[in-house]
């Protein structure tokens, strides 16, 4: 069958990477989760002591951003990749809310958006590639053959994350976590270089009220939709 190449996109925390990780593996398309890059990024800039605060070394970063690899290296485990940073492993380290708290910034800067673009477009040549993200399918893959944006109440999407950290033994304070969601969505509209919109062609899903089984059922028809189409 001929592959395509399927970009997911859509507001934080509502659970992209979960369906496109599924989906992937279902009918064996490389998986990749470009949330993870922004976030390898920003872990990097922490671990660098490049932030002040909230306050980032724009400078700093320029001239640093070519120090940073990103790679994804599958878990045999769970079949699901795991970010890689430099060659160490930084999975678990990039999903804490003080990389959270920090990423927009990183992703609102137009060099680093532009790097790490250039990777994802390279990563998808081949096409067999479900990639999920804010601008997968208006600036990274515009010519994706099936195009989803995912949609879900902010209330539930913190709701989520809640329970998330709470299961990996994380302190997790839920009005903290409702506050980051909404100012994470607010960020990554109205930021001037790729903001998060819903490309023309993409189709909707608004999952607040699915079940994972609904939703990857109706991923699986667009999927077998837009294969026959191609
Ligand atoms: O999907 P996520 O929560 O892991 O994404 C982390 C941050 O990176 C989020 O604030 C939006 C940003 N991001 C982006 O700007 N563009 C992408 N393609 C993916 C993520």
């Known amino acids: 069958m001929k592959k395509i190449t399927i970009a997911i996109d859509g507001f934080s925390s509502c659970g992209k990477s979960t369906m496109a990780k599924d989906l992937a593996r279902e009918i064996g398309y490389i998986y990749i989760d470009s949330g993870a890059m922004y976030r390898a990024v920003t872990l990097y800039c922490i671990e660098q002591g490049m932030f002040n605060g909230k306050e980032i070394d724009v ?8 120090n940073i690899h990103i790679s994804f290296v599958l878990d045999p485990a769970t079949g699901r990749p795991r970010t890689q940073l430099n060659g160490t492993d930084v999975e678990d380290r990039i999903r804490t809310m003080e990389v959270s708290s920090r990423v927009s910034i990183i992703a609102a800067i137009d060099f680093v958006r532009a790097f790490l673009v250039a990777q994802q477009q390279e990563m998808g040549q081949a096409k067999g590639i479900v990639m999920d993200g804010r601008d997968i399918g208006t600036t990274v893959f515009p010519d994706a053959e099936l195009k989803i944006f995912v949609t879900a ?25 409702l506050a980051n969601v909404k100012e994470r969505d607010h960020i990554d509209q109205t930021r001037a270089v790729s903001p998060l919109r819903r490309a023309e062609d993409a189709l909707v899903l608004d999952n607040s009220h699915l079940t994972i089984a609904e939703q990857k059922a109706w991923l699986i028809g667009q999927y077998q939709k837009a294969t026959t189409e191609a």
């Open 59 to 66: 400078e700093g970063l320029r001239r640093e951003i070519g």
């Open 153 to 177: 109440s902010a209330e539930i999407r913190a709701e989520r994350r809640y329970k998330e950290l709470m299961e990996k033994g994380e302190k997790a304070d839920f009005e903290e976590i």
